[in-house]
């Protein structure tokens, strides 16, 4: 079946970079973008950009540019989201989530979702 | 931005009674080439990722229960669980996948009475 295994808990300090993986499985990793998305504690969702893991093109959200970097290997169907510059408005947890089924139909809503990975920003 | 606002913020409803949440866009997320509202709905409870409950605004995901339902076109939209039940406690969140940045509403959070 279709899973995305995430990479687990990190506690960083501000300032420093986080670089959070993301293992796909069970359909072509190639075949489909790969989005990030953040959820602060206690608070919404919020989309940060996907990753074309086919031809390495990124699209990022305004407010992460030139802090975010997606990339992938294919070679493993990994998909990673690094983060720099980090803030203690960093902390939350951090899902991976493709678009299997939508993007077959022209759609782009989200499913299956990662589990989560909590980063923690904190001196 | 497409903003997204969802009413109420958090809503307690009776086993068995119907559960109504709304969803408003700041623009119109229809399609006019296709007439498909881009719109999804999920549930999120703790610990857990979100769940895909609805696409295309009104489409039903495989295996989500019958009593889930959802309307609306243009910007306002409405999902509708018909017949509360205690494992539908969660938070519910629309999304907008019209154009990026992509953007869900902030959430409302569905107790039992």
């Known amino acids: 079946q279709v899973q995305l295994v995430q990479s687990g808990a990190e506690v960083k300090k501000p300032g420093a970079s986080v670089k959070v993986s993301c293992k796909a499985s069970?359909?072509?990793?190639?075949?489909?973008?790969m989005h990030w998305v953040r959820q602060a504690p206690g608070q919404g969702l919020e989309w940060m950009g996907w990753m074309n893991p086919n031809s390495g093109d990124t699209s990022y959200a305004q407010k992460f540019q030139g802090r975010v970097t997606m990339t992938g290997d294919t070679s493993i169907s990994t998909a990673y989201m690094e983060l720099g510059r980090l803030t203690s408005d960093d902390t939350a947890v951090y899902y991976c989530?493709?678009?299997?089924?939508?993007?077959?139909?022209?759609?782009?809503?989200?499913?299956?979702w990662g589990q989560g990975t909590l980063v923690t920003v904190s001196s | 931005d497409i903003v997204m606002t969802q009413s109420p913020d958090s809503l307690t409803v009776s086993l068995g009674e119907r559960a109504t949440i709304n969803c408003k866009s700041s623009?119109?997320?229809?399609?006019?080439?296709?007439?498909?509202?881009?719109l999804a709905w999920y549930q999120q409870k703790p610990g857990q990722p979100p769940k895909l409950l609805i696409y295309?605004?009104?489409t039903r995901e495989s295996g989500v229960p019958d009593r889930f339902s959802a309307s609306g076109s243009g910007t306002d939209f409405t999902l509708t669980i018909s017949s509360l039940q205690a494992e539908d406690v969660a938070v519910y969140y629309c999304?907008?996948?019209?154009?990026?940045?992509?953007?869900f509403g902030q959430g409302t959070k569905l107790e039992i009475k």
């Open positions: 989530v493709t678009n299997i089924g939508a993007a077959d139909v022209g759609g782009n809503w989200f499913d299956p």
């Open positions: 623009q119109s997320v229809l399609y006019s080439s296709n007439n498909k509202n881009y």
């Open positions: 295309w605004a009104s």
């Open positions: 069970g359909y072509t990793f190639t075949g489909y973008y």
């Open positions: 999304h907008q996948y019209y154009t990026t940045p992509y953007t």
